[in-house]
């Protein structure tokens, strides 16, 4: 990708309408999609008795995020790419798809909807912990290779899908493969490293559990 097509941008950029308007629907997306996942990984460890662990909890997770992604994703494709994810914006940027100063707005907007949606759930299911993601069973090094290769594979599909100018009609099934590309992501990595593959999911629960152990 040329470096000339990297764009700053201008400080101006952040008051503009339409970048605002853009900031609010990735807000809007990323609380949906982080309320939905959350949420039910909550329910089902609510209902099992501490079972997220086991290999249906597993399955929900991939079901219930995949589900939810495709709904972020395809309410706010029209208003800002629905991004959802910090790693996805931060690829956009590189490949001069979008401005740093618009993808500093969509950053904070992602991790402002995580964490709102980590203190509603809190709240609503009368302070149940959120879920947290930690290693398991792996070291550091080797869980940072499992969430690059994983995150590699999700924004490859985002690009594939909804940015690349040529993708022609393939644009119509972005939001349910780049949900699809989640779940399976998350059957892969989840009993090691949680398969978060999303700063922002990441950062809500950690910021309302005060956990930040890896």
Known sequence: MPINRIAIGTHQEVYHPGALKAALAEFICTFIFVFAGQGSGMAYNKL????????????????????GLFVAVSVGA???????????????????????????????AQLLGSTV????????TGGLETGTFALSGISCWEGLVLEIVMTFGLVYTVYATAIDPKKGDLGTIAPIAIGFIVGANILVGGAFSGASMNPAVSFGPAVVSWSWAR
Not at 48 to 67: C, E, N, Q, V
Not at 79 to 106: C, D, E, K, M, Q
């Open 78 to 108: 029209n208003i800002s790419g629905g991004h959802v994810n910090p790693a996805v914006t931060f690829g956009a940027f590189i490949g001069g798809n979008i401005t740093l100063f618009r993808g500093i707005l969509y950053w904070i």
């Open 117 to 124: 949606a980590c203190f509603l759930l809190r709240f609503s």
């Open 48 to 67: 099992s008795g501490d079972g997220k662990s086991t290999p249906a909890g597993l399955i929900a997770a991939a079901i219930a995020h995949a589900f």
